[in-house]
């Protein structure tokens, strides 16, 4: 049962078990801590029994043991807290590490299938709750084995308030169950609203211009608020429902508190079965054996959150398929690129492109046009390997595509995207990304390669300049020629471009032919466009309508 609830959790005991040491030590702290905790049980009610007998030296005797014993307990119990917290740092990061290379090294089809708000709760939040689900279990552990033996002495003292105590504790122990499968649920609508809200955040920071710009702000803010007031009612909800099972626990508490009252004043104390000594223990002692209850619903409410984030974790490992390499490492300087008969369809019915075939000869220059929609951007996804194909065969530099390696391929193929990603970086590392060994000199022979050297040193402070995220800063043709600068940092025999001038007025749009004319000289250069001004630079010119070529 209890592994069929935390069947999802339980997946991600590999990641434990490579601590399987640090974890066999746990134990022996775990024991150790526990173990004199019931010791100091027994030396309290010692000095308890020294000081109603006034035996002084009975009672100094047993009150340093006392010190003694609390001094060892907890620092065995800080000790577990310690390594508990290294264990679980480790674990979520393992796992965060793995979910990374799994996300990267995904699908793009099945990566474009999710929120941006789904992948950043899923890796941030979810991963943490998977380590923390053993880290803040752990210390209730000790503390609930610790409880557990003060309800042993009750029965040591008198078995028949043992047994009703017993009774009275199963019973509060359903309840606070209860509050946390109640508290459970709440916490997983929790969740999805907050991927709601990321995704909402990323979206209006992304679209900023735009918000301003259509004079949307205030339907956005509307937006927001929305998610925000979900999670404000969420939460009310929770805080409601789960405080009302709070309440019915402690009210139980106070009711199983009054019977022992009455039990012991009108029948055990009256017939001799109890003494006041034992009482007093008794009654000192059942408010340590009730904090048991709170340490069981602290253990199931973590291992709860824990199997709720491997649950959610689960679902970016089950959903993303990896992306399909062949495992031949060719070595290719001058490329060709033949396209044969090539189909191919998102949905397996309606094919975007209908049986496609053309040549681009080595160290040429090509472009495709055509009119949004006709397949020009499936057919870079396709040579890009972004999509895989399915009818016909894509051959560069004489292989089939699916035949090379990952390496292989990245080292002969390179792509500049219609909207380069820029990083929250310097100008310098934003085109050493590509290559991070590459020298200064390197870098500025590219960018001056790519027309875009003299505005660099425009900069206050030239390659050091630091770039706003997705360098905002930036105009798009600057954006456009760092990322080609990138791109000729890179030295792969062919380079595919996806709308390069969309952005670009004509002034850009001619710096941009005078960079292909050079990059032909030594490279396949494949262009994807929309419309451009001139086609006479370039050797071929492919015209796509609904799928085929004119």
């Known amino acids: 049962m209890a592994f069929r609830r935390y069947r999802h959790l339980w997946q991600f005991w590999p990641y434990f078990r490579k601590y399987i040491r640090l974890i066999i030590v746990l134990l022996f ?71 990374m290379k799994k996300i990267i090294g995904g699908k793009f089809t099945d990566l474009k299938k999710h929120t941006s708000g789904f992948y950043n709760e899923r890796l941030r939040e979810n991963t943490i709750q998977i380590g923390e689900s053993f880290h803040y279990a752990a210390g209730p552990l000790v503390d609930m084995a610790t409880g557990l033996s003060f309800l042993v002495l009750i029965y040591f003292m008198n078995w028949q308030i043992g047994l009703f105590f017993s009774t009275g504790l199963v019973l509060l122990c359903l309840i606070e169950l ?58 009310i909800r929770k805080e409601t429902v789960v405080n009302s099972w709070a309440f019915t626990r402690m009210l139980s508490q106070r009711t199983i508190d ?30 340590l054996a009730y904090d048991t209850v709170g340490y069981l619903g602290l253990i199931k409410t973590h291992l709860m959150r824990g199997e709720l984030g491997a649950k959610r974790v689960l679902e970016i490992v089950n959903d993303l398929q990896a992306e399909k390499w ?5 070595k290719i300087s001058h490329a060709n690129i033949s396209v044969k008969d090539l189909s ?162 004509k002034e850009n749009q001619a710096l941009f032919f005078d960079v292909i004319k050079e990059l032909k000289k030594s490279k396949t250069i494949l262009v994807i466009a929309h419309k451009l001004n001139s086609y006479e630079i370039f050797d071929n010119v492919f015209t796509l309508r609904n799928g085929k070529f004119e």
Request: negative net charge; contains cysteine; charged residues 20%.
């Open 344 to 505: 191919f369809s998102y949905d397996g019915k309606h094919n975007v492109l209908k049986n496609i075939s053309f040549d681009i000869a080595p160290e040429s220059s090509s472009v495709l046009i055509g009119a949004s929609g006709c397949g020009k951007s499936t057919l870079f996804g396709l040579l890009s390997k972004l999509l895989e194909t399915s009818d016909g065969k894509i051959f560069i530099g004489g292989y089939d595509i699916n035949s090379f390696d990952e390496e292989s391929f990245r080292h002969t193929v390179c792509i500049v995207n219609q909207d380069p990603f820029i990083f929250n970086d310097t100008i310098l590392n934003n085109i050493k990304t590509i290559r991070p060994d590459a020298l200064l000199e390197d870098v500025v022979v590219a960018c001056k390669a790519a027309n875009i050297h003299s505005e660099i040193m425009g900069f206050q402070n030239g390659y050091d300049t630091i770039l706003a995220e997705n360098g905002s800063n930036l105009s798009g043709g600057q954006k456009q020629r760092i990322a080609i600068a990138r791109a000729i940092l890179k030295d792969t025999p062919v380079i595919l471009f996806d709308e390069p001038t969309s952005a670009l007025d």
């Open 29 to 99: 702290v775990m024991v150790t801590a526990s173990s004199f905790g019931m010791i100091l049980a027994w030396l309290m009610s010692e000095q308890l029994i020294g000081i109603t007998n006034q035996a002084a030296a009975v009672m100094v005797k047993f009150t340093m043991l006392v010190m003694a014993a609390v001094i060892i307990h907890h620092t065995f119990w800080f000790l577990w807290v310690r390594l508990v917290a290294i264990l679980s740092s480790r674990v979520a990061y393992n796992i965060r590490q793995d979910i």
């Open 178 to 235: 209860a509050r946390v499968r109640v508290e459970t649920k709440y916490i997983a609508k929790l969740n999805d609203n907050n991927a709601e809200i990321t995704t909402k955040l990323n979206e209006t920071y992304q679209g900023l211009k735009d918000i301003k710009g259509l004079g949307i702000k205030v339907a956005s803010i509307q937006q927001n608020n929305e998610c925000q007031k979900q999670n404000q009612d969420i939460n």
């Open 258 to 287: 009054s019977v022992l009252v009455i039990m012991c004043a009108l029948w055990l104390f009256p017939t001799g079965q109890i003494t006041v000594v034992a009482l007093l223990m008794i009654f000192n002692y059942k408010s």
């Open 326 to 330: 062949g495992a031949e490492n060719h």
